[in-house]
DNA sequence: AAAAAAC
């Protein structure tokens, strides 16, 4: 079978643009999923993000929306005739820019929506028409309750990240969304992992699916080399700061399981000079973008974020990821570190495992992955003596370290940014005394009778939520959930 | 347990 995009039946416009991007051989779900789409059956694909799956699904979905004239609509309006959700803001941002892409030589329109920004633009947009639609379940719900978006023309839809899609925290919403859509149309399901439960619910969304299986589901990509330590909490900011240096690690995913932890870690690091910055959802939208995109800029060595990073991001040449804390769910371990090693590079994934309940989770991450997992010790390169004094103070901070093949990371974080890309040389090492002595406690605003911080406030802003159906969490109401909406739905 | 997604 030919894996060139030059002997594919897809419209002139979209082969052009292709070219553009100098594609010539379609990557192994393209060449899969491309024909299957084509054919207009409903399709559920597993295959671990990097490799093309936007384009799998965008390229024919287009092709299609081009040959097929929707015969209900007069040629002057222009519904919605294909819907793509996915789980995350950033993540809609970057399918949409690349179905511009791939639309632009076509009269196809395509907009996104999605919270934490204006809604007006995305408004003004979709009152002008457009038949490509990309969106974030939330906003989207919005605007067809606005009437800003109708969806009853809707012909195709796509999950993409499916199993978070169909997981308990947006299955309400999804279901709304799917309520407003015909019941005639093809449904797209796509995810690097798939559970059995959601497997179940996904085919009951689909009607006669081919499966697409490119790599086994939940397969870590062979590229990336994973290593785990066992890391006592009090030393993993060291042991992280060690490993960079040690191998020579110029970029890196850093994942925190949770917000205020992952503000912190980001906080002290860059108080120790690594330029790093944090990304997590209580930071606003702007604030999100602006790391995202220094980080892609290289104006960042580690993004220091949540699970919100954790899917479907796509940036080039990410040499490494680090667990920081062990994921709760084994499920996005794989999608942590299929952040690195992205289109056939290798990549680097390095966990660290600590006390409670991490041995439980490794253990998990083994079984899903189905490799063996050898926790190692990781030896420090300096064992000076360590722990906390009763008022919670460090005994000793991490200064004065000598080895560095990075002025990379050493630059001070007032560089980050400069338009010229300097980086100044490595600064003097500051003394203890000029740093905060309440470093590492958590801060309590009360404690001094000041403000929060800024950092510290957005990171506990609670996330105003609707009391609702999306927090249960009782297993059994959460199987009654599942169960209703799989016998619900179609 | 946590995160994500709407004003």
């Given amino acids: ?37 084509l054919s207009g059956q409903d399709v559920m694909g597993a295959a671990q993000t990097g490799t093309g799956k936007t384009a799998a699904f965008s390229l024919p979905l287009l092709h299609r929306l081009l040959k097929h004239e929707n015969a209900s609509t007069s040629p002057a309006r222009h519904p919605v005739r294909a819907l793509v ?6 993540l809609a941002d970057q399918v949409a820019q690349q179905v511009k892409l791939y639309a632009k030589y076509t009269q196809l329109r395509s907009a996104v929506v999605f919270g934490g920004i204006d809604m007006k633009p995305q408004t003004a947009e979709l009152k002008k028409g457009v038949e490509v639609l990309v969106a974030t379940p939330g906003r989207l719900l919005d605007h067809i309750e606005a009437k800003n978006a109708v969806l009853n023309q809707v012909e195709y839809v796509v999950l993409d990240e499916a199993d978070r899609m169909l997981d308990i925290g947006f299955l309400p919403d999804l279901q709304r969304i799917l309520s407003y859509l015909p019941k005639q149309r093809t449904t797209l399901l796509f995810s690097a992992t798939f559970s059995p439960e959601i497997k179940r619910l996904a085919s009951s969304y689909l ?8 790599a086994r589901p939940n397969e870590t990509a062979s590229t990336v080399e994973q290593v785990f330590y066992g890391v006592h909490e009090d030393d993993k900011r060291r042991a992280l700061k060690q490993i960079v240096r040690q191998r020579g690690i110029t970029q890196a995913f850093v994942f925190v399981n949770s917000k205020l932890g992952c503000a912190r870690l980001a906080r002290s690091l860059e108080r120790e000079g690594l330029r790093c910055t944090a990304l997590h959802g209580d930071k606003s939208q702007d604030e999100r973008l602006k790391a995202l995109a220094a980080f892609k800029a290289g104006e960042v060595d580690l993004l220091v974020c949540t699970d919100v990073a954790a899917r479907g991001l796509d940036i080039k040449d990410v040499p490494a990821v680090f667990n920081y804390d062990v994921p709760f769910n084994a499920e996005d371990y794989v999608h942590r570190i299929g952040r690195t090693g992205r289109a056939g590079a290798s990549g680097l994934a390095v966990s660290f495992a600590g006390g409670g309940n991490d041995a439980r989770l490794v253990a998990d991450i083994e079984k899903l992955i189905k490799k063996k997992i050898e926790l190692q010790p990781l030896e420090m390169d300096d064992e000076r003596p360590r722990g906390r004094m009763n008022d919670g103070r460090r005994r000793w901070r991490e200064d004065g370290e000598t080895g560095d093949a990075r002025d990379a990371l050493d630059a001070p974080r007032s560089n980050q940014g400069s338009s010229e890309g300097y980086r100044a040389p490595r600064p003097q090492r500051t003394t203890h005394a000029s740093r905060d002595p309440f470093f590492d406690k958590p801060y309590e605003a009360s404690d001094r009778g000041e403000e929060k911080p800024a950092w510290e406030a957005s990171a506990k802003a609670p996330a105003p939520r609707q009391p609702g159906s999306t927090n249960i969490r009782s297993k059994r109401k959460v199987a009654a959930l599942f169960k209703a909406a799989e016998t619900q739905q179609n």
């Fill in 1 to 37: 079978m030919s894996t060139l995009y030059s002997d594919l039946a897809l419209a002139d416009p979209l082969k052009r643009a292709v070219a553009d991007m100098g594609y010539e051989h379609m990557t192994p779900i393209q060449a899969q999923a491309i024909p299957v789409v």
């Fill in 85 to 90: 959700l996915l789980p995350t803001r950033e």
């Fill in 207 to 214: 009607q006669d699916p081919i499966t697409i299986e490119v």
